[in-house]
């Protein structure tokens, strides 16, 4: 019984030495030189912030949130993520730790679009490729709405797990250049249609230059879909709204 006592003793004493050493996760999440540390990540990391969490390829790395805290524990730190963060979102710095000018919009524990899988250049977002996640810095122009981005096409290749930024994004081509196409005219319950080669490339909304297959002659046309154009009082009110949607991205 008393030697009972004694481990129990022992073991009460001991329980405050081999608690880690409470860290709290950066507001600027940054790294200068491609190595992110957990110096990099945490304040008061002390004698293991020279410890390599990932590298980063990029501009960005997304890490999981989870396996921060469980490198953090094996180092003798104790984060407890009381934001309940899923990812951390670790930006290129200047050299010396600062952040670059505008990488961040909020800090905190904020909700972020981002990509559910990885999209390839020129692939189309779909509405299944956008989950809300929540991570510790959001993008100077993270999109606030998904429908922002459904329907755009990826200007590179775009991560799995990296938050959305309007920059990803640009409107889709529906004509490409040489592209024999539709063009149709309607007013007044008067419609025509010719048939006419595409001088260059569009998305929906934009003006393309197209020729006239008979004569030759170009014509200024509104692009509405693949293989379509419109031209006269419509394609006008089409071409307004699409500014007006595109302006606001």
Do not use: H
Not at 203 to 225: E, H, R, W, Y
């Amino acid at each position: 019984m008393k030697r009972l006592l004694i481990t129990v003793c022992a073991l009460a004493l001991a329980g405050p030495a081999l608690a880690g050493q409470t860290v709290s996760l950066k507001m600027d999440t940054t790294d200068a030189d491609g190595r992110v540390t957990l110096g990099d990540l945490f304040d008061g990391a002390g004698s293991a912030s020279d410890i390599l969490v990932a590298t980063r390829v990029g501009a960005t790395s997304v890490l999981d949130a989870g396996q921060v805290q469980s490198a953090a524990r094996r180092a003798g730190l104790d984060w407890t993520n009381s934001q309940g963060l899923r990812r951390i979102i670790v930006r290129q710095g200047a050299e010396g730790g600062g952040a670059s000018a505008g990488a961040v919009r909020v800090r905190g524990n904020v909700e972020v679009l981002a990509y559910a899988r990885s999209l390839s250049a020129g692939e189309i977002v779909q509405p299944q490729d956008l989950i809300w996640v929540k991570m510790a810095a959001s993008p100077s122009d993270a999109p606030q709405d998904a429908d922002a981005l459904i329907g755009m096409s990826a200007k590179r290749p775009l991560r799995e797990g990296a938050a959305a930024s309007l920059r990803d994004v640009s409107a889709a081509q529906v004509i490409k250049n040489g592209d024999i196409i539709t063009v149709t005219y309607e007013n007044g319950g008067v419609s025509l249609a010719l048939q006419g080669k595409a001088m260059s490339a569009a998305a929906a909304g934009d003006l393309v230059s197209v020729q006239n297959t008979l004569s030759k002659k170009i014509i200024q046309a509104v692009a509405t879909g693949p293989g379509s154009a419109m031209v006269g009082p419509q394609a006008q009110s089409l071409q307004n709204r699409s500014s007006v949607r595109y302006a606001a991205r």
